[in-house]
């Protein structure tokens, strides 16, 4: 479905993951988000490379589950279970109508991930996620997601990034707002969309993402995506 919940002018409230979002989330993420359609394609070949035999794939704020189909159409390992995380109930009921139509071994949990205690992964993923949480409870999610995984398994974390150059930040952020243009959204949308959205995703810069992953411990923290303010980070434990 078309997202047009900013196309008219509203009284604006803090974005939320509600029904009306959910209903057209998926369009929405492709159209606000370059790269997004990579950062999936990359599953495939990260489940592959990275997957284990007998281990838990998470999806962290799975949304409608589009990580989550692409851990399960490319994987080649055996007795994997892929655990889908999400707190919006709406997200969740989309998330098990879309994998049960082509995967049997999900389960999808309607909770905060902050809570969640992570057992025997090899893949866990973070896309477009972390931003949403509160920054103080960042350094502890990845600390969890680290004691839960296995020697040599991956933690991918994908953001929306900023930049401490004023000038970056600016260049940037312009070329974002002509990548929604040219998607289709009006001013008044991109508008609206930003200041719904500004108190409640709060972006980190690279230098402070691969700091917090190798405080975490990982062996190995590179950015392996960078298109436009949106980054991809690959952690290897
Ligand atoms: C931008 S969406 C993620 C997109 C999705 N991973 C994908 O690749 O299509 C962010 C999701 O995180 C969820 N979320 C935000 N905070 C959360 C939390 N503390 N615990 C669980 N889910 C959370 C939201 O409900 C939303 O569905």
Redesign the pocket.
Known sequence: MRDKIFKKNTDLVDFV?DKQVADV?DDM?NRSVPG?QT??EMMGLIVKTYGKDNSNYY?????????SMALGLNNVHKNNKIIA????IE?VNKCKANLSKKLSNFDVIC????KINFENASIV?????MQ??EVEKRQQLVENIFNGLVVGGVLIV?EKIHFDSKEKQKQITSLHTDFKRANGYSELEISQKRQSIENVLITDNIEKHIERLNNAGFASSICHFQCLNFASFLAVK
């Open positions: 993951f989330f993420v997004y950062l999936i999806d962290l704020g799975s949304s409608t589950g589009a990580i995380v999400d707190n919006a997200m909770s905060d991930i902050n993923v973070l896309n477009l996620t949403f949480i994908s």
